[in-house]
């Protein structure tokens, strides 16, 4: 399947799920906490394909999820996903690690899970700050963010790595002993 999504950085989460809700968004799932884990192999050859292997953890349920490279466009980020979930999560990470698989990078966040119309909508909290994701076809998905008051400038293309990744770059080299 291809995935088309943007994120859109919010001031609160209260805000954005109230508004939401105002112009007819139903919630799927209220808040929960997920941990995610992605993986590579020792050369790092998935990341230097632009692809990603996702674990992920929202309560008892587990998911794999494989990303492929992003496809080229100005305003949203488009790319192939394959998920599947995960019956006994310990095992499955006993096997990827049999396979030469090692976990590169984790982080947590918070998340609610809303319908509006034909687009998936996530309110996310995590250390990069809180999000609006909005997942379905570009027109969808514009025109729900003009209706929340956002437009194209707004929209974002880097995942959560990426950005919890710059993040935590920044706070180390601005670390200091003095």
């Known amino acids: 399947m291809i995935e088309i999504e943007v994120k859109i950085r919010v001031p609160d989460l209260k805000t954005a799920r109230q508004k939401l809700l105002e112009l007819g968004g139903q919630v799927v799932r209220d808040f929960y906490r997920e941990w995610n884990a992605f993986y590579d192999f020792q050369d790092g050859r998935l990341t230097s394909r632009q692809e ?10 587990a998911f794999i999820t494989y990303k492929g490279r992003p496809q080229k466009s100005r305003s949203f980020k488009i790319r192939e996903e394959l998920e599947s979930e995960i019956k006994n999560i310990k095992d499955f990470k006993k096997i990827l690690k049999k396979l030469g698989l090692r976990p590169v990078f984790e982080y947590r966040k918070k998340r609610m899970l809303l319908r509006f119309e034909r687009v998936k909508v996530t309110l996310d909290e995590s250390e990069a700050g809180c999000f609006l994701e909005l997942e379905g076809k570009r027109s969808d998905i514009v025109r729900l963010a003009q209706k929340l008051g956002y437009s194209r400038q707004d929209f974002i293309k880097l995942d959560y790595v990426q950005m919890i990744m710059a993040g935590r770059q920044k706070n180390h080299s601005s670390f200091s002993l003095e």
């Open 52 to 61: 990603a292997l996702r674990l992920r953890q929202a309560g008892k349920k």
